[in-house]
Structure formats: structure tokens, C-alpha cells
């Protein structure tokens, strides 16, 4: 069966994101830096909000056993938008050639729902081409439970067969080649744009 729509996930798929880019501009010395993302705000506390833990209980929580770091901790949700980079080199230009081809684009994100909504209206020129996007904090199922490759065909209206999906983590490409979906493990986007050309959706 031929592929006719493109999954993306979003976190170095599409933008670059690393919880240092925050806090390099909030910690100056360096070994205190790599201190405090190596013990406090670590990627295990932040995939909580994924998850879909509000931010209110998973701060007090880490504030409660680093109080010390109260503000460094505070500024993780409003300040969220500052820990995702700029678009990934060729993905912007790459996501507006499918969209003109008239290739349906999706997303399947582990992102929290909380910070999805400022992150998304933040991006609205690139997320606007996009018909649907199923967030795992909104639906409290992470990538790669089968469950949210399940629900993501379901809500975006596809069989597995009928879907590529690119994810930078081989780990959810193996989830969303056993819902069905052909996986693509992203390095960059000049060898995702080849394979999309081998398979017909850009010329």
C-alpha cells in the first residue's frame, strides 16, 4: 500500500530542544550548570510533564528537595519556550514542500500539554500546516507505548500502512513500525526528503 500522509514527532525532529539552552542564560559558571542539569531539573523530572504532571506539583516537589534552587526550578514552566531552539536546519522549508505537494502532515509529540499551547502558538506559521497533533501530556500515554500509535491513527483517520513516521529516537520508530506505520529514524533533512521522494510524495 502506498504512504500517502507524514507523522512527524516535533522535539529534534523538527525544532532542536535541550534543557541547557534555558539555563546557560540563568547560570554562569559552568560546573554549576552541568551540576544543576545533572541532579535537579533532569530529563527524568521533565518527562513527568509529558506524562501529563502539572507543573504546580512536579516543582513543588523538586523545590521541596532542592530549595536552594527555587528559582532556577520556578522558571522551568514559564520560561519553557527558551529551552526549544530554532528549527532544525531544512525542516521548516522541508515541512512547507509536503504541505504544498498536498500531503497531509500529522504529529505524534511527547510533550507536555501545558507547555504545548504556548510552544504551538509560538510556531503557528509551521504547526498550522498540520491537520492534527496528538500531545501525550493532553492524553497521559507517552511514545512508544502502543497505545498512543493506536489512538493517533485513529483520530488522524489512517491505517498504519498509510504512514510514515520520523522520530529521532529508535525506540518510538520501532512503536510506530509495529502499529503498522513505515518508520524513518531522523538524522537530518536532506536523507528524510530522499526517502520521501523514493516513495512518492515529493518529486
Same mark, same amino acid.
Given at each position: ?50 506524562? *501529563?504532571?502539572? &507543573?504546580? =506539583?512536579?516543582?513543588?516537589?523538586? %523545590?521541596?528537595?532542592?530549595? #536552594?534552587?527555587? !528559582?532556577? /526550578?520556578? @522558571?522551568? *514552566?514559564?520560561? &519553557?519556550? =527558551?529551552?526549544?531552539?530554532?528549527? %532544525?536546519?531544512?525542516?521548516? #522549508?522541508?515541512? !512547507?514542500? /509536503?504541505? @504544498?505537494? *498536498? ?17 504551538? !502558538?509560538?510556531?503557528? @506559521? ?23 500509535? @493506536? ?53
Amino acid at each position: 500500500m502506498p504512504v500517502e500522509a507524514v507523522v512527524f514527532d516535533v522535539g529534534n525532529v523538527l525544532y532542536s530542544w535541550e534543557p541547557r539552552f534555558l539555563y546557560e542564560r540563568l547560570i554562569d559558571d559552568e560546573s554549576a550548570l552541568a551540576a544543576f542539569l545533572r541532579d535537579v531539573v533532569t530529563p527524568e523530572w521533565h518527562f513527568q510533564h509529558d506524562a *501529563g504532571r502539572p &507543573f504546580a =506539583e512536579t516543582s513543588a516537589e523538586l %523545590i521541596a528537595r532542592f530549595p #536552594e534552587h527555587e !528559582a532556577l /526550578i520556578a @522558571a522551568w *514552566g514559564p520560561r &519553557f519556550n =527558551e529551552s526549544i531552539g530554532p528549527a %532544525i536546519p531544512g525542516m521548516a #522549508e522541508l515541512v !512547507a514542500e /509536503i504541505d @504544498a505537494a *498536498g500531503v497531509p502532515l500529522y504529529a505524534i509529540t511527547n510533550f507536555s500539554g501545558e507547555f504545548w499551547k504556548p510552544f504551538r !502558538a509560538r510556531e503557528a @506559521a509551521l504547526f498550522d500546516r498540520f491537520r492534527d497533533v496528538v500531545v501525550s501530556g493532553d492524553e497521559r500515554l507517552l511514545k512508544p507505548d502502543p497505545a498512543i500509535y @493506536a489512538l493517533a491513527l485513529e483520530r488522524f483517520g489512517l491505517k498504519g500502512p498509510d504512514a510514515i513516521f520520523i522520530d529521532d529516537r529508535a525506540e518510538n520508530v520501532a512503536g510506530a513500525e509495529a502499529a503498522g506505520m513505515r518508520g524513518h529514524l531522523f538524522r537530518d533533512a536532506a536523507t528524510l526528503r530522499a526517502e520521501l521522494v523514493a516513495l512518492g510524495l515529493l518529486a
